[in-house]
């Protein structure tokens, strides 16, 4: 049985810090101010309760350290969690073919042997036997569901952008121009159909995301400004705001839609993370300093894994999970209260995590490479 932790793989400025001991009062006196964070119910003590009292320590690295791996040939466009324990599915960037990866035994198998061309973007439905594919078309850009194990496809149109899919599979959300040229946001069938809209507005800098498999969160930009805001839409229309005027603010839901990740450029601290309990609005600053699109949510309960520029800062210029890094990987387990080096990136080896997962079983790190664009696995240890 796979015990509930919080792996949180994590770097900041004052990791010289830790090693002295010196980050554990910095991260106790983060959590102290923090209390209310998860918000504990009854004899439960929240995650902010735990930190404020916890003495945290850094564990040596591990001897024999794995390193990750290439485990794919060819540039990949995507990857999703499979059905099977441990299974990747991926997508080759070229020839639009999806694979399934055996992560333990690093066996690859054809999905779909079905080519897709033009391929921009693709996003897999959970357990990975469908896909959403956006693909450059005459006519402009196409979005196709596609049914990986039947090799059926129905087209969404070309007036459709900014696809997302529910936690659960069975809704799709986008955004669509009306004849008024506003922005709607409409909820559907995966394959389009029973189109319900949520929400009109003139908003043009929009992208949106689920929540729940109710709920969804806007990102939007007002064009007077360079922050972004986020915002929840709730099934019933209600809008709220989440975050105001953040600057190259990226996310990253927990699977339960409870709390969130999130990173934003300062002038203080360039980009850093911090984490967000939306029940109760409190929000911590995690002293990590990387992208919330480098890190990924484990399916397992409370657990998180981050790769960390090891030199370089993020900046205001480019959007953060696309600026080429040396990557570090660190893991947090909220469970020991220790805080280990999983791997230290090296200018020998060139690896810069994006559109990182946890498998299923929570033993593997996998993530495409920036650099060569190949999909790569690291394990746990």
Same mark, same amino acid.
């Given at each position: 049985?796979?015990?509930?932790?919080?792996?949180?793989?994590?770097?900041?400025?004052?990791?010289?810090?830790?090693?002295?001991?010196?980050?554990?009062?910095?991260?106790?006196?983060?959590?102290?101010?923090?209390?209310?964070?998860?918000?504990?119910?009854?004899?439960?003590?929240?995650?902010?309760?735990?930190?404020?009292?916890?003495?945290?320590?850094?564990?040596?690295?591990?001897?024999?350290?794995?390193?990750?791996?290439?485990?794919?040939?060819?540039?990949?466009?995507?990857?999703?969690?499979?059905?099977?324990?441990?299974?990747?599915?991926?997508?080759?960037?070229?020839?639009?073919?999806?694979?399934?990866?055996?992560?333990?035994?690093?066996?690859?198998?054809?999905?779909?042997?079905?080519?897709?061309?033009?391929?921009?973007?693709?996003?897999?439905?959970?357990?990975?036997?469908?896909?959403?594919?956006?693909?450059?078309? *005459?006519? /402009?850009?196409?979005?196709? +569901?596609?049914?990986?194990? %039947?090799?059926?496809? !129905? #087209? =969404?149109?070309?007036?459709?952008?900014?696809?997302?899919?529910?936690?659960?599979?069975?809704?799709?959300?986008?955004?669509?121009?009306?004849?008024?040229?506003?922005?709607?946001?409409?909820?559907?069938?995966?394959?389009?159909?029973?189109?319900?809209?949520?929400?009109?507005?003139?908003?043009?800098?929009?992208?949106?995301?689920?929540?729940?498999?109710?709920?969804?969160?806007?990102?939007?930009?007002?064009?007077?400004?360079?922050?972004?805001?986020?915002?929840?839409?709730?099934?019933?229309?209600?809008?709220?705001?989440?975050?105001?005027?953040?600057?190259?603010?990226?996310?990253?839901?927990? *699977?339960? /839609?409870?709390?969130?990740? +999130?990173?934003?450029?300062? %002038?203080?601290?360039? !980009? #850093? =993370?911090?984490?967000?309990?939306?029940?109760?609005?409190?929000?911590?600053?995690?002293?990590?300093?990387?992208?919330?699109?480098?890190?990924?949510?484990?399916?397992?309960?409370?657990?998180?894994?981050?790769?960390?520029?090891?030199?370089?800062?993020?900046?205001?210029?480019?959007?953060?999970?696309?600026?080429?890094?040396?990557?570090?990987?660190?893991?947090?387990?909220?469970?020991?209260?220790?805080?280990?080096?999983?791997?230290?990136?090296?200018?020998?080896?060139?690896?810069?995590?994006?559109?990182?997962?946890?498998?299923?079983?929570?033993?593997?790190?996998?993530?495409?490479?920036?650099?060569?664009?190949?999909?790569?696995?690291?394990?746990?240890?």
């Amino acid at each position: 049985m796979y015990r509930r932790n919080l792996n949180f793989i994590s770097h900041s400025k004052n990791l010289r810090l830790l090693q002295a001991g010196t980050l554990v009062a910095v991260i106790s006196a983060v959590a102290m101010s923090s209390t209310l964070l998860f918000g504990g119910n009854g004899g439960t003590a929240s995650i902010a309760d735990t930190l404020a009292s916890a003495s945290f320590s850094q564990l040596p690295i591990p001897t024999g350290v794995a390193k990750p791996k290439a485990v794919s040939e060819n540039p990949v466009i995507a990857l999703g969690v499979s059905s099977g324990s441990d299974v990747i599915s991926y997508m080759e960037q070229e020839t639009g073919k999806s694979f399934l990866l055996t992560l333990a035994t690093q066996r690859t198998s054809i999905q779909s042997n079905t080519p897709h061309s033009g391929v921009l973007s693709v996003n897999y439905f959970p357990r990975s036997q469908r896909v959403i594919i956006a693909s450059q078309k *005459p006519t /402009g850009v196409e979005y196709s +569901y596609v049914d990986l194990a %039947t090799q059926q496809s !129905v #087209s =969404l149109g070309t007036n459709i952008k900014k696809v997302s899919i529910s936690p659960d599979g069975n809704s799709i959300a986008f955004l669509k121009k009306n004849s008024d040229d506003a922005t709607v946001v409409v909820v559907a069938s995966p394959d389009g159909s029973n189109q319900i809209s949520r929400l009109t507005t003139r908003t043009e800098e929009l992208t949106l995301f689920w929540r729940t498999n109710k709920d969804l969160v806007l990102k939007s930009r007002r064009p007077d400004r360079a922050g972004y805001d986020l915002a929840l839409l709730r099934e019933n229309g209600s809008l709220s705001t989440i975050l105001s005027n953040k600057e190259n603010l990226e996310t990253a839901w927990s *699977p339960d /839609g409870n709390y969130l990740l +999130y990173s934003f450029f300062d %002038t203080t601290d360039g !980009v #850093s =993370l911090h984490l967000l309990a939306l029940t109760s609005g409190t929000k911590v600053p995690l002293g990590v300093y990387t992208s919330a699109e480098k890190c990924s949510w484990s399916s397992y309960g409370l657990s998180i894994t981050c790769g960390v520029p090891s030199k370089k800062s993020l900046t205001r210029d480019i959007s953060s999970s696309r600026t080429a890094t040396i990557d570090d990987v660190y893991t947090y387990d909220f469970d020991n209260n220790t805080l280990r080096l999983m791997y230290s990136g090296s200018s020998s080896t060139l690896l810069g995590v994006t559109k990182p997962l946890i498998s299923s079983s929570g033993k593997y790190f996998v993530f495409i490479n920036m650099f060569d664009s190949r999909l790569y696995s690291l394990p746990f240890q």
